[in-house]
């Protein structure tokens, strides 16, 4: 009866672990930790981590148009990324920054999905859980997981079955957990800062690439009037360097335009998926804590 469903418990997981070893090691499933480089929190990556990926990224990636500038294609890559003013490269920069944070955001949240596999609530349908029982939740979360602070689901609910026994209510444990949703809904939101920054900055690096084309088109255009005679020579070679400072003008713009586009299907891609994690936190908590609570009324 109640002395039986309060006993200790062993949670449920995907795959069998010998009993001391940890079911869950978020040094193993998060991207960042997995290589010992400062770790985000929640879903959102380390601003420094991503820095130094996209560095490591861009060196690749430069370092290999530079390799292979020697053919056709390669030296159209290098011309399109360097040239113009150089105004492309700060754009190729930023684009490989947000593409390495987005990627690594994937990551997190998939390492973050890992939790919500996790039962640590007995099945018997004959478990309550009360202030009395709190404890052994909380134990048998500590056990089966190495770090579950980092993990927003476990930390969400540890949290509350902190509380339960200052709770009076079953409705008081249902508001704890919406406002700790909406606290980490919040962060969340706020982790895209970083990005909102880049898709912001990057037309503004094409719009510069354009006003310094069309100055030096303008600039050089004056030259072509100068030209003294008729030589059509003189005129055709000047009206060249015309066209190279509208060049830089429009390709400059397009590049940045195209970056920014493919950036921002990719953050909405990931962004769909982060609010699909909340939501499926909210579910989880709400089955695997709200619909057990029993809490038995104070003596007064």
């Known amino acids: 009866m109640t002395s039986q469903s309060q006993a200790t418990f ?65 030296a159209a890559v290098w011309h399109y990324t360097t040239g113009f003013g150089q105004i492309p490269i700060p754009i190729v920069f930023l684009s490989i920054w947000s593409l390495v944070f987005l990627l690594v955001k994937s990551l997190k949240i998939r390492a973050q999905k890992q939790a919500l596999r996790l039962s640590f609530v007995p099945e018997d349908s004959g478990f309550v859980l009360t202030d009395a029982t709190a404890d052994a939740v909380i134990d048998a979360i500590d056990r089966s997981v190495d770090d579950p602070s980092r993990f927003l689901f476990l930390a969400r609910c540890r949290a509350v079955l902190r509380m339960m026994r200052n709770l009076g209510r079953v409705s008081d444990v249902d508001e704890v957990l919406s406002s700790r949703g909406d606290q980490d809904e919040s962060s969340m939101d706020s982790g895209y800062t970083l990005l909102r920054g880049f898709v912001w900055a990057i037309p503004v690096l094409g719009f510069i690439g354009t006003v310094i084309g069309l100055t030096q088109a303008m600039g050089r255009f004056g030259d072509v009037m100068k030209v003294a005679g008729t030589d059509v020579g003189q005129i055709t070679e000047k009206l060249r360097t015309v066209l190279e400072g509208l060049d830089t003008a429009f390709i400059t713009t397009a590049e940045a335009l195209i970056a920014v586009l493919v950036i921002h299907l990719l953050q909405t891609a990931v962004r769909r998926a982060d609010e699909a994690l909340c939501d499926d936190i909210r579910a989880a908590c709400s089955n695997a804590v709200v619909a057990r609570v029993r809490i038995a009324r104070k003596e007064p």
């Not at 930790?33 to 990556?45: D, I, Q, S, V, W």
Request: aromatic residues 10%; hydrophobic residues 40%.
């Open 10 to 74: 062993t949670p449920s997981a995907p795959t069998a672990r010998p009993p001391s070893a940890p079911i869950l090691r978020f040094h193993d499933l998060d991207p960042e930790a997995r290589f010992g480089l400062p770790t985000g929190k929640g879903t959102t990556p380390s601003s420094l981590t991503s820095f130094i990926l996209a560095l490591v990224v861009g060196a690749v990636f430069y370092g290999t148009a530079y390799a292979l500038r020697g053919e056709p294609w390669g």
